[in-house]
């Protein structure tokens, strides 16, 4: 399976952007699926993530409220609307999907997911 991200630029704070990954070699509903980021500087942190099956979703706290992750197996993509953005919402954001379905704690730990797409800039600046 591969997958690709799109939808990341530039955008201003208070604002809001939409990504998406294209799945592509595989079954989307065989799979969870989860978003992480990478600031400069910083190590890769999980940003949302929703289980297969029983579509149990999680969030990072500082994204809680203003991000709304979701999937269309029809279409085999997953998406992360990203509203009230900040500054420090400024990172790559990847996609990852597994093939198993983690447990709660494990939703967000990016050694859970085994395929990664190759990540979109989103930079969040007046």
């Known amino acids: 399976v591969q997958l690709q991200a799109f939808g990341g630029g530039l955008v201003q704070p208070g604002g809001s952007l939409r990504l998406s990954c294209a799945v592509s070699g595989g079954t989307l509903d065989h799979y969870a699926i989860a978003w992480f980021r990478q600031a400069p500087g910083k190590e890769r942190e999980g940003v949302s993530s929703i289980r297969k099956g029983d579509r149990k979703t999680v969030y990072n706290n500082s994204v809680k409220g203003r991000f709304t992750i979701s999937r269309d197996n029809a279409k085999n993509t997953f998406y992360l609307q990203m509203n009230a953005l900040k500054s420090e919402d400024t990172a790559v954001y990847y996609c990852?999907?597994?093939?198993?379905?983690?447990?709660?704690?494990?939703?967000?730990?990016?050694?859970?997911?085994?395929?990664w797409g190759q990540g979109t800039l989103v930079t969040v600046s007046s």
């Open positions: 990852a999907t597994t093939s198993g379905n983690p447990i709660f704690s494990n939703m967000l730990r990016p050694t859970t997911y085994e395929v």
